[in-house]
């Protein structure tokens, strides 16, 4: 059965203080990995596609490398309006049709 | 529209009543998602549509939810006699078909409470 495991269920950082999130992924098969961020009261809003070990996107803070295991999301130099959860689903292959999500990461960045 | 949309944005409803949640697509998005979100859990998928072909409906809990999607746009996601632990947010997504690499774009949600 396809599984995902995000780590740590909650982090508080120092605005300024870098971090990583980890996903990790137990598929058949890897067809995409997909980041995901949520504010409270929101759906997800879709941050990232990695596809293949080794890949790695960028976007302002935010930078998502991926392994045959596992995926991380590392923020640089947070801000406050980084707070949110981050989600991690995984495409399988031999999965049929459906994301399979992880329960999220809840961020809380700090002044 | 820009984005996926979907209504209403809540709904309470009393317990044994149908319910009917509304969902938008993108534009030009063949694939289209349902997925439910109770408090403290990750994200439950419930059914798939891909264009004309069959829908997924592997994750559905019950006969009592169904799903359609006319015209291959707007989707209707019917929760029957509905039961307290039906309460979470519906959440509704739209991609471009999954084998083209496209990432699934989720619309608000609708936020379903059962008393």
């Known amino acids: 059965e396809d599984q995902v495991t995000q780590s740590p269920e909650a982090l508080r950082l120092q605005e300024g203080e870098s971090s990583s999130l980890n996903c990790s992924y137990t598929?058949?098969?890897?067809?995409?990995l997909f980041w995901y961020r949520q504010d409270p009261g929101k759906g997800p809003e879709f941050l990232f596609t990695?596809?293949?070990a080794g890949e790695e996107k960028e976007k302002e803070r935010l930078k998502a490398t991926l392994t045959k295991k596992e995926s991380f999301l590392h923020i640089t130099a947070p801000k406050p309006e980084d707070s949110a959860t981050y989600l991690c689903a995984v495409h399988p292959t031999g999965g049929g049709n459906k994301l399979t999500f992880g329960t999220g990461t809840q961020l809380k960045v700090e002044l | 529209g820009a984005g996926v949309s979907q209504s209403p944005s809540n709904k309470v409803t009393e317990k044994g009543k149908d319910v009917e949640l509304r969902c938008d697509p993108i534009s030009g998005h063949t694939a289209l998602y349902w997925y439910r979100q109770s408090l403290g859990q990750g994200l439950e998928f419930l059914i798939y549509f891909q264009g004309n072909s069959a829908p997924d409906k592997s994750g559905l809990p019950s006969d009592r939810f169904s799903a359609e999607r006319t015209g291959g746009s707007v989707s209707t996601l019917t929760i029957q006699r509905t039961q307290q632990e039906d309460s979470a947010v519906y959440l509704c997504?739209?991609?471009?078909?999954?084998?083209?690499?496209?990432?699934?774009?989720f619309g608000q949600g609708t936020r379903l409470t059962v008393v």
């Open positions: 990695l596809y293949s």
């Open positions: 598929v058949s098969g890897l067809r995409g």
């Open positions: 997504a739209s991609s471009t078909p999954p084998g083209t690499g496209g990432a699934a774009f």
